[in-house]
């Protein structure tokens, strides 16, 4: 049974840093890409980044330059790190899995929340 758990959400001042965790058990780690998405209160699930598994990286135009998503096969975790935040970055945020083949299998995460305040 593959499970992905993420870790590091928690409250953060505007312009303040945090680093989020997705630790993934199982064997599938290093032929998944994996991602971040979000989803704020009241809007839906959206795109932050991904990370192929051979490190291709795509990112959400509103994250450039203040996210980086990166994937450490031996220890199976996943990070996104996250500067500059701002009030609007306030969401819950999931850890996702996806096989490099038919039928794309999807596998997510519980989700960790991050709430930029002051």
């Known amino acids: 049974q593959v499970q992905l758990v993420e870790s590091g959400g928690g409250l953060v001042q505007p312009g303040g840093s945090l680093r989020l965790s997705c630790a993934v058990s199982g064997s599938i780690f290093s032929i998944y890409a994996m991602g971040w998405y979000r989803q704020a209160p009241g809007k839906q699930r959206e795109l932050v980044a991904t990370?192929?598994?051979?490190?291709?990286?795509n990112y959400a135009d509103s994250m450039k330059g203040r996210f980086t998503i990166s994937r450490d096969n031996a220890k199976t975790t996943v990070y996104l790190q996250m500067n500059s935040l701002k009030p609007e970055d306030t969401a819950v945020y999931y850890c996702?899995?996806?096989?490099?083949?038919?039928?794309?299998?999807?596998?997510w995460g519980q989700g960790t929340l991050v709430t930029v305040s002051s």
């Open positions: 996702n899995a996806k096989a490099p083949n038919y039928p794309y299998v999807e596998i």
């Open positions: 990370i192929t598994s051979s490190g291709d990286t």
